[in-house]
């Protein structure tokens, strides 16, 4: 049984470009939430997907977008990217919305922007 | 706004030696979690404590919830090398599936 998967595992980006990060929740799982971690800090909850659609969003600039596909995956979309965005981007699947207990982490895509 | 305040942010230790790390707010969370995290890698779950007062062992890591829900610690008892990591306390946003994470642990145990 596979879990969280993301790709790519790491990026280089340079100020003011786009980037794409992926991710396929657990089997079974019908809710992705992307979670941004600074160095040495706790997750930041960015925002979470279910049934295709933005359900909750965190303290994020609307150059943080993302979709998700009727299979459940996910991508995280970050505009006009800034040198503080370098950060490990989180992806986390549970069966159900408001399910946080039941969280299951993907290892990240680690953004650098340099 | 619910907010989790870990501390201490950095620990070393020598390997044998005993620690607890604190994760404290000013709100009611209905449960908090555990995690341990290593470079490059996800958050792993730990422990979900649930009642207030809750004691749970896992090996060496013993883990309690305050009676008042508004607290946790985690205890290790003869670490080792291997508990090196970043321990992270997490609690659920009311009625929400958002996870509230504290500012993690860094805990460096030398052999």
């Known amino acids: 049984d596979a879990g969280v998967t993301q790709s790519p595992t790491h990026l280089i980006k340079t100020r003011g470009q786009q980037v794409t990060l992926r991710c396929s929740p657990k089997s079974g799982h019908d809710t992705v939430s992307w979670y941004q971690q600074a160095l040495g800090q706790g997750p930041q909850f960015i925002f979470q997907y279910y049934e295709e659609e933005e359900r909750q969003r965190g303290n994020f600039p609307d150059r943080f977008s993302g979709h998700q596909f009727p299979n459940y995956s996910s991508e995280l979309n970050v505009n006009a990217l800034l040198l503080g965005d370098s950060a490990l981007y989180l992806c986390?699947?549970?069966?159900?919305?408001?399910?946080?207990?039941?969280?299951?982490f993907g290892s990240g895509t680690q953004l650098s922007v340099l | 706004t619910q907010l989790l305040e870990q501390s201490p942010q950095f620990l070393s230790i020598q390997e044998g030696e005993n620690l607890t790390v604190y994760c404290n707010s000013s709100s009611v969370f209905s449960s908090l979690q555990w995690y341990r995290q290593e470079p490059g890698e996800g958050p792993v779950l730990l422990v979900t404590?649930?009642?207030?007062?809750e004691v749970k062992k896992l090996k060496r890591l013993t883990f309690q919830f305050g009676d008042a829900r508004k607290d946790s610690s985690l205890h290790i008892t003869a670490a080792q090398p291997g508990d090196t990591g970043l321990y992270l306390c997490?609690?659920?946003?009311?009625?929400?599936?958002?996870?509230?994470f504290g500012q993690g642990t860094t805990l460096q145990v030398k052999p």
């Open positions: 986390a699947s549970s069966l159900y919305a408001d399910r946080w207990e039941k969280l299951f």
């Open positions: 997490a609690g659920g946003a009311s009625n929400t599936g958002k996870l509230i």
């Open positions: 404590v649930v009642t207030g007062g």
